[in-house]
């Protein structure tokens, strides 16, 4: 398929999945559910973390910690209670249990004591000139971990390049919070970092297809794959890579290509 043909094919399953049809069943849909910023990120963060296996049970998991949290995570992060902490001793997603969420809930109150977006979570790892956002994401690893009580078992759920994980969910995270267009899916509420420097996130449903169009040779399905899949999208819109995420999702989880 000539370049330019395989470009307008690309360009039309974005427009085939990134529409408002799409956000009902994805796990997108927990942080639609906000209003305000800080419950936008927060939950788009605990429902990117969730996102691996059956798209229900994560939506159903991530629905279920937002009830818990009475349907403001921002407040409740801010000014919860023991009593409150109680309510969550016995939530459990998969690997994801209430050792890991007490932390990230400690973690999130002692960022947002002292910032009024969790984007600034990410951008403290990066340069000025950084063409991705590796810097971004090894960052956040760091920062993450930084408070002295943080327990060693909850390394496995947050991702970093450093590790050589694919980063697929966090990538998934920051492309929700980073790009917007007109179809209105994700939200593009983070201005320091550009879609220009998104890592198309990669799991091995994307990688599948994305061999079969030549845009991979990596045979390991890792950071670095994730790296080239990206520079290969951006032949064919250098500006906003990660739109592809759309297309290539579509085509291996929901078409079976």
């Not at 403290?124 to 960052?139: K, T, W």
């Not at 509420?189 to 890592?199: D, G, H, M």
């Amino acid at each position: 398929m000539e370049q330019r043909d395989f470009k307008t094919f690309l360009d039309r399953k974005v427009a085939e999945y990134n529409t408002p049809a799409f956000i009902l069943s994805d796990p997108i849909s927990i942080p639609h559910r906000f209003s305000t910023q800080q419950d936008i990120e927060i939950s788009g963060l605990f429902a990117a973390l969730f996102a691996w296996g059956n798209r229900t049970i994560i939506i159903n998991k991530a629905t279920q910690l937002m009830q818990l949290m009475d349907n403001a995570p921002y407040e409740f992060i801010q000014q919860h209670s023991d009593d409150d902490l109680r309510k969550l001793l016995h939530f459990k997603h998969r690997t994801f249990n209430t050792t890991d969420l007490l932390y990230f809930i400690e973690f999130l109150r002692h960022h947002y004591e002292q910032h009024d977006s969790l984007e600034t979570a990410f951008t403290r790892g990066m340069q000025p000139g950084d063409e991705n956002i590796e810097g971004a994401l090894n960052g956040f690893y760091s920062y993450f971990f930084s408070l002295p009580d943080a327990p060693s078992r909850t390394a496995k759920h947050v991702a970093a390049p450093f590790k050589g994980s694919t980063c697929k969910r966090l990538n998934m995270y920051l492309r929700w919070m980073v790009r917007k267009d007109k179809q209105g899916v994700d939200f593009g509420i983070w201005k320091k970092i550009k879609p220009a420097q998104l890592i198309c996130p990669i799991d091995v449903h994307v990688a599948r297809v994305a061999k079969r169009f030549q845009l991979l040779d990596r045979k390991q399905v890792d950071w670095l794959s994730g790296i080239e899949l990206t520079a290969n999208l951006k032949r064919y819109d250098a500006n906003d890579p990660a739109k592809y995420d759309f297309a290539l999702f579509g085509l291996g989880v929901v078409e079976k290509f």
